[in-house]
């Protein structure tokens, strides 16, 4: 579990405490309270930013401030986001964290069908793969238009209602496909084209394919992601507290009680 701590200096308000003890430890209490929420939301901020496939895993890790005692605030990002905040130096496997709630097959390996999302919006489009996957979203829209196919316009039926369920199920592969990592299946092989109703009535189009991640001895060096860089919300966080507190929130207290 990853959290902020900021190193406040509250020496220059100890010549005050003799004559006004009661009003600055208040107003250090408030400021410090302030400025945890304030970080709080900043972080929230600079996820939905800069994240992508990764923001709703950071998001719903990431808790609000809590009150450890009155000068300590604590923001945390359980452990199983940290490696969004702290990144991976190395590249590494992702079959244990995909497997976790897989099945067992009859032959007692892990397996799980993992769905591959083929039209993803931009704001789901991390910039490190940008290029590639534009190129993907790019092909699949093309391969579809010469099928007469819509991309994201819904399917209507006869009577002009969405129609619902599995649409298609296609190969758009092509010649000289794209076979991602150690893979052996093209990208754009089997991409099924579903519409489904949604808890508030509308409906949802999606294009998606779906691969099978197992714990088999074949599949060893496959499902290997590589290094990440840390996005180091937190750090920054930090560094902007201490920062805010010397050069703005101090400077204001002390203006407050100098002089009296």
């Given at each position: ?89 190395e ?40 290029g ?10 093309s391969e ?77 060096d496959?499902w ?37």
């Open positions: 579990m990853a959290d902020i701590k900021v190193s406040l200096d509250l020496s220059p308000l100890s010549k005050y405490l003799e004559n006004f003890a009661k009003d600055v430890v208040k107003d250090v209490k408030m400021s410090i309270k302030a400025l945890a929420e304030n970080r709080y939301n900043h972080i929230k901020e600079e996820a939905q930013n800069k994240l992508h496939s990764s923001r709703k895993m950071y998001l719903e890790n990431l808790s609000p401030p809590e009150q450890m005692d009155d000068f300590l605030w604590v923001i945390t990002l359980k452990s199983k986001a940290e490696w969004i905040e702290q990144g991976r130096p590249p590494y496997d992702m079959k244990p964290g995909l497997l976790e709630d897989g099945k067992t097959s009859k032959d007692g390996h892990r397996y799980r069908v993992v769905p591959m999302n083929q039209a993803k919006m931009p704001s789901e489009i991390s910039p490190a793969s940008a590639y996957e534009q190129n993907m979203i790019n092909k699949v829209k579809l238009k010469k099928k007469g196919i819509p991309y994201k316009k819904l399917e209507l039926d006869k009577n002009g209602s969405p129609r619902i369920g599995k649409l298609h199920e296609l190969n758009l592969a092509g010649e000289n496909p794209f076979i991602p990592g150690k893979g052996n299946t093209p990208q754009l092989q089997g991409v099924n084209i579903y519409q489904t109703k949604q808890k508030d009535g509308s409906v949802k189009r999606s294009i998606t394919t779906f691969r099978t991640v197992t714990d088999k001895e074949s599949q060893k496959k290997i992601h590589p290094a990440i860089e840390g996005k180091e919300f937190f750090k920054e966080a930090a560094e902007w507290a201490e920062k805010e507190w010397s050069s703005k929130i101090l400077p204001a207290i002390i203006e407050k009680y100098e002089g009296k």
